[in-house]
T-cell receptor, first 116, second 113 residues
Framework: GAVVSQHPSWVICKSGTSVKIECRSL??????MFWYRQFPKQSLMLMAT?????????EQGVEKDKFLINHASLTLSTLTVTSAHPEDSSFYIC????????????FGPGTRLTVT | GENVEQHPSTLSVQEGDSAVIKCTYS??????FPWYKQELGKRPQLIID?????GEKKDQRIAVTLNKTAKHFSLHITETQPEDSAVYFC????????????FGQGTRLTINP
């Protein structure tokens, strides 16, 4: 149980275009989903916290107009990187917290984004 | 906000020996401390966690200790095996709050056969 999927697993896009990444909890309802970014050989940095049916809360320094987050249901959150630039190239990982579980976060497999 | 410091950044041990990774945190309100193992290009996997009402927790070869007063916690891996080679991250959060995880910088552990 507690499986989280992400799609796509990797994507290459041209500079200036937008990319959407999906995060799904497959066998549980997630009240909260988190989006992280991880640059090579670095730690996971929280970008935003997303609660179903409400606006996402962004961490300091993360542009909410560039990284659009939608949490439309208890099993799906999406991250859209708008007007992508090469410096947005990174590993994006989501996690989900189960409705009935107090604290453990279940991580998705990540999405490798490369902007050319 | 919370700040988590982790060291060492790299650790190399002989197979069969023990490995210890240490983390310190800044927010005394933090009460949940998970440890993750991440292999290259993969998702972080929870290997053990501890809550602040417990001082030590063990699961087979892995143990975590917590010193609330000093605000530090450590991961201990005994009888290391080559498959233990990975990057390990500590994290801290507040269970009752937003439950945001703040990660340490990571430790690249290499087990030499």
């Amino acid at each position: 149980g507690a499986v989280v999927s992400q799609h796509p697993s990797w994507v290459i896009c041209k500079s200036g275009t937008s990319v959407k990444i999906e995060c799904r909890s497959l066998d549980f309802q997630a009240t909260t989903m988190f989006w992280y970014r991880q640059f090579p050989k670095q730690s996971l940095m929280l970008m935003a916290t997303s609660n179903e049916g409400s606006k996402a809360t962004y961490e300091q320094g993360v542009e909410k107009d560039k990284f659009l987050i939608n949490h439309a249901s208890l099993t799906l959150s999406t991250l859209t990187v708008t007007s992508a630039h090469p410096e947005d190239s990174s590993f994006y990982i989501c996690s989900a917290r189960a409705r009935t579980d107090g604290h453990e976060q279940y991580f998705g497999p990540g999405t490798r984004l490369t902007v050319t | 906000g919370e700040n988590v410091e982790q060291h060492p950044s790299t650790l190399s041990v002989q197979e069969g020996d023990s490995a210890v990774i240490k983390c310190t945190y800044s927010d005394s309100a933090s009460n949940y401390f998970p440890w993750y193992k991440q292999e290259l290009g993969k998702r972080p996997q929870l290997i053990i966690d501890i809550r602040s009402n417990v001082g030590e927790k063990k699961d087979q070869r892995i143990a975590v200790t917590l010193n609330k007063t000093a605000k530090h916690f450590s991961l201990h891996i005994t009888e290391t095996q080559p498959e233990d080679s990975a990057v390990y991250f500590c994290a801290a959060s507040i269970i009752q709050g937003a439950q945001k995880l703040v990660f340490g910088q990571g430790t690249r552990l290499t087990i030499n056969p």
